[in-house]
């Protein structure tokens, strides 16, 4: 675990290690995500829709219905377009 000092801006440098592994360089935009008293740092993806892929996923697995519930949002939305 690295650990970085606040400056009176407030103001961190990332470490090395960080960096190296969100692959991020000086220009980089980042994104800070708030959970439960944790904040976590994300290299901000060069594309979203490949980043959201398969967001919420746990909550079809976890109900132990997947396939009832793709089935069932894949027909809705062939009423809605007929």
Request: charged letters at 10%; aromatic letters at 8%.
């Given at each position: 675990m690295d650990?970085?000092?606040?400056?009176?801006?407030?103001?961190?440098?990332?470490?090395k290690k960080a960096r190296d592994v969100l692959g991020i360089k000086e220009g980089d935009k980042i994104l800070f995500d708030y959970r439960e008293g944790m904040v976590l740092l994300l290299a901000r993806p060069k594309d979203f829709v490949e980043f959201s892929k398969g967001l919420g996923s746990e909550l079809w697995r976890d109900s132990g219905r997947e396939e009832e519930n793709v089935e069932g949002e894949s027909s809705s939305w062939q009423k809605k377009s007929d």
């Open positions: 650990t970085a000092t606040v400056s009176s801006k407030y103001q961190i440098v990332i470490p």
